[in-house]
């Protein structure tokens, strides 16, 4: 990383925040490390040593085979984060240094358990696995039973009907969920919270082609350029039950995203709270839902989109696989740490990219990201919580989902896993 480049991280996240955020700021991280410390996170601080230490001396080794098991492993640790809450939802993630009184599993997520439905059942379809897809089922009805009576689905982690509040991005995440799991089941009951979210989402979009409702756990008062990926969900619907207003309306919200793009094809926007360096997780979901609707709707424009965005993305990628969490309007990383979660999605666009056009040279960034992936997740602990799955930053105390495994990041993970699979089968041919 170039010196000028340090400095301006350093001066960006340390001089730039108010006394009052930096305090806070501190004070987590402070509390997360006491935590570190107690009795009961012997296992886990032992993890977070080892991850340490791997970072510091850059003795991550990629991966490039196992592809099949470690995606069996990651499944495995989705269906415990379903197992460890009372519900069929899915937990949040393990966060063990988390102030919540527990075992470090946190409540039920429903935006998130809404994509891993796709996910879970893509694995299920592809391996025969009966018990995973059953287990995905469960999910998706659950979500209609926490679904708000607007078909809205409500941010953050599942609370009580009078504390929702609702968030177009997370409803769009559970509509991808009940289309796939109303295409592997028929479930009448489940087109029909489909039905009630598409046409919530819709009604929410401004004339400009903005969603109006972006929840109250983001910051406010902008627009949010990453919920386009809601658009692929509503196309998926507008597919399923043959309606063209709705391929419309996703055609329109994927236009409206573009206008955010640079030149450079960097986008603004784009970010849950830092819109001048956002996270590859937020630009993940920018280029997938641009991606995937120009693939459906037939649209170069959207797909070339992509590619400018994608190529300057690729020139960070390490040898080893490591990607920085953050970039800059300039496409210059913005932080220190890699967002892991933001890794995978990358990863998927680029094998999506390859499928569609082609070119090799995306397959080939696509597999350095998903190996050094693999090396990362953890095969082995006396700490049965982290398990298979894929922590939100590397190193593990890192500028994203702090000290702990989303359950998202261990989703997309699993998600790339099974397209890198796919190029390897045909490869063998």
Not at 186 to 195: E, N, P, S, V, Y
Not at 407 to 425: G, H, I, P, S
């Amino acid at each position: 990383m170039k010196f000028g480049t340090i400095a301006r991280i350093i001066r960006h996240s340390y001089f730039n925040s108010s006394l009052r955020r930096s305090y806070w700021g501190a004070a987590t991280f402070f509390g997360e490390i006491r935590a570190l410390l107690r009795p009961e996170n012997r296992a886990f601080r032992t993890e977070v040593l080892r991850n340490y230490g791997r970072f510091v001396f850059a003795s991550v080794t990629p991966v490039p085979d196992e592809t099949e098991q470690r995606a069996r492993a990651a499944v495995q640790w989705l269906l415990r984060a379903q197992a460890a809450t009372p519900d069929d939802g899915v937990s949040l993630g393990y966060f063990p240094c988390g102030t919540e009184a527990g075992n470090g599993w946190r409540a039920s997520y429903p935006e998130t358990t809404g994509y891993i439905i796709t996910s879970l059942l893509a694995f299920a379809k592809k391996f025969d696995d009966a018990g995973t897809a059953a287990a995905a089922l469960r999910m998706a009805v659950w979500e209609v039973a926490v679904q708000m009576p607007s078909g809205a689905v409500q941010g953050g982690p599942v609370c009580a009907p009078e504390r929702q509040t609702a968030a177009a991005f997370n409803t769009g995440m559970v509509l991808d969920g009940w289309c796939s799991a109303y295409a592997y089941s028929g479930d009448q009951h489940i087109l029909g919270a489909a039905r009630r979210a598409a046409d919530w989402l819709v009604s929410d979009v401004d004339e400009s082609g903005y969603f109006k409702t972006n929840g109250a756990f983001v910051s406010s008062g902008e627009i949010k350029t990453y919920t386009c990926l809601c658009a692929w969900a509503i196309y998926r619907f507008g597919e399923l039950v043959q309606e063209e207003r709705y391929k419309q309306a996703a055609v329109s919200i994927i236009e409206a995203a573009l206008r955010q793009q640079q030149p450079n094809g960097w986008f603004a926007h784009n970010c849950l709270s830092h819109s001048e360096s956002p996270l590859t997780h937020t630009i993940g979901y920018t280029l997938q839902g641009v991606l995937e609707v120009g693939i459906l709707a037939r649209r170069p424009d959207f797909v070339e989109a992509v590619r400018r965005a994608a190529d300057p993305i690729l020139q960070h990628i390490a040898n080893s696989g490591y990607l920085p969490g953050r970039f800059y309007a300039d496409w210059e990383p913005a932080g220190f740490s890699s967002c892991l979660t933001g890794s995978a999605q990358i990863a998927i666009v680029c094998y999506r990219l390859t499928a569609h056009s082609g070119d090799a040279s995306y397959r080939t960034a696509a597999d350095k990201l998903v190996n050094y992936l693999k090396a990362l997740q953890v095969g082995q602990s006396e700490d049965a919580g982290v398990v298979g799955a894929i922590a939100g930053s590397f190193p593990l105390f890192g500028g994203y989902m702090r000290a702990g495994y989303p359950n998202w990041a261990t989703k997309y993970f699993l998600d790339a896993l099974l397209l890198q699979e796919r190029f390897e089968q045909v490869t063998e041919r």
